[in-house]
């Protein structure tokens, strides 16, 4: 299979600081590359989305969040099945897809979780609560999608 941009760029910086890895050590840090690229992207089209409902929109911080959320997981799961995870082809991927939704919905119970105590208990302005929700839901993210998906 041809390399994209992204492997040649691991490879390359693994090389220019001469660290020498395993191949199954290579290929995990290019999944987790491509995982960051595919999460930057996500947490701005969430951001974004979250800015405007609740901004724009006059909704709530939970309903906001909540719709944002669900516009970037439809993102991050074409994204990630087509580009980071090797995903078995072998497996359901209606079943995959569920399994997909079902961690999402995890996820956004702990982002909102997490954004109630931010901004109601703690009275941290909305868009930081939503960086620390985001920063502690993308490793639980990472590893759920690694475990099902693969």
């Known amino acids: 299979m041809r390399e994209d941009k992204a492997e040649k760029f691991v490879k390359w910086g693994l090389k220019q600081f001469h660290i020498k890895v395993s191949e199954k050590t290579e290929d995990l840090l290019i999944q987790i590359f491509k995982f960051v690229i595919v999460g930057f992207t996500s947490t701005f ?35 990630s099945v ?7 082809k072998e497996k359901d991927k209606k079943k995959q897809f569920v ?12 982002n909102n979780l997490i954004m109630f105590l ?10 930081l609560s939503k960086a620390i929700a985001t920063a502690i839901v ?13």
């Open 45 to 79: 089209i969430d951001f974004l989305f979250l800015y405007i409902f609740r901004e724009f929109c006059k909704f709530s911080v939970l309903i906001s969040n909540t719709l944002s959320f669900c516009i970037s997981v439809v993102y991050n799961y074409i994204a």
């Open 82 to 88: 087509k580009w980071v995870y090797h995903v078995n």
């Open 99 to 110: 399994t997909f939704v079902i961690f999402s919905a995890i996820g956004l119970l702990l």
């Open 118 to 127: 931010c901004t109601d208990l703690f009275s941290i302005y909305y868009m």
């Open 138 to 150: 993308m490793v639980f993210n990472f590893i759920t999608r690694k475990l099902f998906l693969e």
